[in-house]
């Protein structure tokens, strides 16, 4: 199974600040197929990004994901208040689908 | 609008069978090649992929909960359901059920439901 290690644990920062959240697989993620959510406490995950760059339908472009093989990044260009929240990534390209044990945005 | 919504008892006592249910609206799952999905979330941790049934019928497991693991679906109803057996107090968790497309994400998810494993 391919291992997602998400990095780090926590981030503390400001809004209007820049986030940068790492995604790193234990094998490489056949074609990319590499997702990111956001989780806010209550609520199911919300796909942001698909196949590792793409935005998700209604996804603000201050959301950006990069990335190949086994290293992905999700950058959050300037943080809004309603961007804290814990963000997991996702491989789709291996079996079985895997997810990353998450990153949380806390306000600072 | 596509919706889905997990319906089942919130606990179950350890060595029994865990059921839950997903209603869909907004789409037909017997059609458009879509994978219908359970995936699960211990208390303040990560998500999990249990596995999801295509819109032929053909079922798609987790290894690691193969053996206890059953999805099926009710197409008159439009409704998929997972059976998970001999559950003990590790199979506490959220269980959300979505949809997604072949060499695709999970796009639509319910809004997860609580099933506790208790005596």
């Known amino acids: 199974e391919t291992v997602l290690t998400q990095s780090p644990g926590t981030l503390s920062l400001s809004t209007g600040e820049r986030a940068t959240l790492s995604c790193r697989a234990s094998q490489t993620v056949s074609s990319s197929y590499v997702a990111w959510y956001q989780q806010k406490p209550g609520q199911a995950p919300r796909l942001l990004i698909i196949?590792?760059?793409s935005r998700a339908t209604g996804i603000p472009d201050r959301f950006s994901g990069s990335g190949s093989g086994t290293d992905f990044t999700l950058t959050i260009s300037r943080l809004e208040p309603e961007d804290f929240a814990v963000y997991y990534c996702?491989?789709?390209?291996?079996?079985?689908?895997?997810f990353g044990q998450g990153t949380k945005v806390e306000i600072k | 609008q596509v919706q889905l919504q997990e319906s089942g008892p919130g606990l179950v006592e350890p060595s029994q069978t865990l059921s839950l249910t997903c209603t869909v609206s907004?789409?037909?799952?017997?059609?458009?090649?879509?994978?219908w999905s359970w995936i699960r979330q211990h208390p303040g941790k990560g998500l999990e992929w249990i596995g999801y049934i295509y819109y032929t019928g053909s079922t798609y497991y987790n290894p690691s909960l193969r053996s206890r693991i059953t999805i099926s679906s009710d197409t008159s109803k439009n409704q998929f359901s997972l059976r998970l057996s001999s559950v003990t107090a590790a199979d506490t968790a959220v269980y959300y059920c979505?949809?997604?497309?072949?060499?695709?994400?999970?796009?639509?998810w319910g809004q997860g439901t609580l099933v506790t494993v208790s005596s």
């Open positions: 979505a949809r997604k497309f072949s060499s695709s994400p999970f796009d639509y």
């Open positions: 196949g590792a760059t």
């Open positions: 907004g789409a037909s799952i017997s059609s458009g090649a879509y994978y």
């Open positions: 996702q491989q789709y390209g291996n079996s079985p689908e895997t």
